[in-house]
């Protein structure tokens, strides 16, 4: 399986953007997928997941409620929706797919950049 994370750009605090993760390869829609991000000078980090179907979804305490996680199978895409962005939320966000183990999965995109400014 191929990721292609797209959707990265520069917006103000309070902002929004989507991000987009396009999956090419085998099939995606066997796959649970999620998002996590780097900022800059810390640890990758956790931020969303979505099973299979789309049915369950989890988040990290520091954006629950204010990002949506979100797949269409039909377009092989997974989508991360960031509202009420921080500063904090400065980072590369990565999309990957395949549950290998807890929080570890097999494929990864290339990372797309969101900065938020004050």
């Known amino acids: 399986v191929q990721l292609q994370a797209s959707g990265g750009g520069s917006v103000q605090a309070g902002g929004s953007l989507r991000l987009s993760c396009a999956a090419s390869g085998r099939s995606f829609s066997n796959y649970d997928m999620a998002w996590f991000r780097q900022a800059p000078r810390k640890e990758r980090e956790y931020v969303a997941s979505?099973?299979?179907?789309?049915?369950?979804?989890f988040y990290a305490d520091s954006v629950k409620g204010r990002f949506t996680i979100s797949r269409d199978n039909a377009k092989n895409t997974v989508y991360l929706q960031l509202n009420g962005l921080k500063p904090e939320d400065t980072a590369v966000y990565y999309c990957?797919?395949?549950?290998?183990?807890?929080?570890?999965?097999?494929?990864w995109g290339q990372g797309t950049l969101v900065t938020v400014s004050s």
């Open positions: 979505i099973n299979w179907s789309g049915s369950i979804t």
């Open positions: 990957a797919g395949g549950l290998v183990a807890d929080n570890e999965y097999a494929y």
